[in-house]
């Protein structure tokens, strides 16, 4: 007995309250909004809410679905979230429909009246409009609810809410941070099918506002377009509509923030080519605190990105720019080793040529025994007329073979025999002949000077200098583009 009881005092509770009618008091009643509100008290008498209407209209008379013309107005796009995947957006969503036991145009009363309004206590029938990715929203409340409800003379009521929703997107990031995602807004009817509710797009289905885009930190609403998506279940097929958003990365911020950084981090580790491969307490702190630096900003990034599967375009960035750093401390461990063997080596060259030399005096007997004691003591050290006498001649013949070979070098550039010299209408005068020799010449020796400074130095100078000016710059800008 006292569940019958609480089932009929909620079904009460729950029914709406009747209107309240009152009389027009010219003094202290507009009369508009006195006839509105009579034309609905009139209206809403044995009206049921919870009953759907017939799905006759104007154009047609017969029943059959309701048709649900819907259109949205985005207001803003913002808190775009890669690590959840997800986005809000805050838009006024606008549903019509027509029920035909809201006409009011056969009434000689309420003729005179296109639309009126209907106060937020009266209840109409509303299609169960639910988004299909929506993850939470809201509707706002400050400081009144923000909807409306308005019914036009020939049954068609307006139905317009402001809403915020946080809807799911899937992402995908491979080209991440120049990607462009496209997110949905799916919406669809929860209980009624085809045969009961069908949605289409009204004339002006999706307008966004001028100011959406300044909402968005790092993105831009590149393009956007409506669809649909109706859906077969086991329960029936169900009417579902689609908003799709292409939101643009903005790219500036990431290079401020990301690749310009990065790549100095990759410079300042090519600062240990310059310094002198002996400076170990130099170079190494360099390279490992670049390296570490690019590691701790590598995880400042992947923090704000979802664990994916696949390779994303930042992460080969972040991993050239890490290799580019660890080899630079590979490369001093390789000049730091050659370097030590070519010091090992020059010490065994050292040493063996004073072994020979010592040797070939000694046979050839240039020194008396006072001046074979001298080898040991440089400080006692004197030349015998012979030896004297011998590198006299040697000196001689060394300095007049190069001079007879850069001699021979300028007669064959400067020959008649030479292509250049043959043609047959000379243009060149005398003293352009003598400057291009000089430039040439002048080419070659500094190309001489160059190679012949590159193969004095030590392997482990020669790899700084490779390392320094071709290897790793080149191959880094390489890359970038």
Not at 58 to 79: E, H, N, Y
């Amino acid at each position: 007995m006292l569940l019958l009881f609480d089932v009929v005092y909620s079904a009460k509770k729950q029914r709406p309250k009747p209107c309240k009618r009152t009389a027009f008091n010219r003094h202290t009643t507009n009369y508009r909004a006195w006839r509105e509100q009579m034309t609905v008290c009139e209206l809403l008498d044995n009206y049921d809410s919870a009953v759907r209407p017939s799905g006759k209209s104007p154009i047609s008379d017969q029943k059959g679905p309701v048709i649900v013309r819907t259109s949205l107005f985005i207001r803003s796009i913002s808190a775009v979230s890669e690590r959840n995947m997800e986005f809000v957006a805050q838009f006024r969503f606008q549903q019509e429909w027509f029920d035909d036991r809201l006409r009011f145009t056969e009434h000689s009363d309420f003729r005179n009246f296109d639309f009126i309004h209907v106060a937020r206590d009266q209840l109409l029938w509303t299609p169960d409009t639910f988004f299909q990715n929506e993850r939470n929203g809201w509707y706002h409340m400050l400081d009144q609810e923000n909807k409306f409800i308005k019914v036009r003379s020939d049954g068609k009521v307006i139905y317009n809410r402001r809403l915020t929703l946080i809807l799911a997107c899937n992402m995908n990031l491979i080209r991440y941070p120049m990607d462009v995602q496209e997110c949905l807004i799916d919406f669809a009817s929860y209980a009624y099918t085809t045969s009961d509710i069908i949605y289409k797009w009204d004339q002006v289905g999706i307008s966004v506002d001028e100011g959406a885009n300044g909402a968005l930190p790092n993105f831009v609403i590149s393009a956007y377009k409506n669809s649909t998506c109706d859906s077969i279940t086991n329960t029936g097929t169900y009417s579902c509509l689609r908003v799709e958003l292409k939101l643009s990365r903005v790219f500036s911020f990431f290079l401020l923030q990301l690749y310009i950084p990065s790549a100095m981090l990759v410079g300042v580790s090519w600062v240990s080519y310059w310094i002198d491969w002996k400076s170990t307490a130099a170079r190494v702190p360099l390279a490992i605190v670049t390296l570490l630096t690019m590691i701790t900003q590598s995880h400042a990034i992947n923090s704000n990105l979802p664990p994916v599967s696949y390779t994303k375009a930042i992460d080969i960035w972040i991993g050239a720019c890490v290799v580019f750093i660890f080899a630079s401390l590979i490369e001093y461990a390789v000049v730091n080793y050659m370097g030590i063997l070519d010091e090992h080596k020059q010490m065994r060259k050292v040493t063996s040529n004073r072994t020979r030399l010592s040797n070939v005096l000694d046979n050839e007997g240039y020194f008396n025994p006072i001046e074979q004691a001298a080898v040991s003591s440089p400080t006692s050290f004197t030349w015998s007329p012979e030896k004297k006498s011998l590198l006299r001649r040697r000196r001689k013949y060394s300095f007049e073979l190069r001079e007879e070979e850069e001699h021979h070098e300028l007669v064959d550039f400067c020959s008649p025999q030479r292509s250049t010299m043959r043609s047959p209408e000379p243009d060149w005068t005398f003293q352009d002949a003598t400057d291009s020799v000089y430039i040439g010449q002048k080419r070659r020796v500094e190309l001489v000077k160059w190679c012949s400074l590159l193969s004095s130095r030590s392997r482990a100078e020669r790899i700084d200098i490779i390392a320094r000016l071709s290897a790793f710059p080149l191959r880094f800008i390489i890359i970038d583009k």
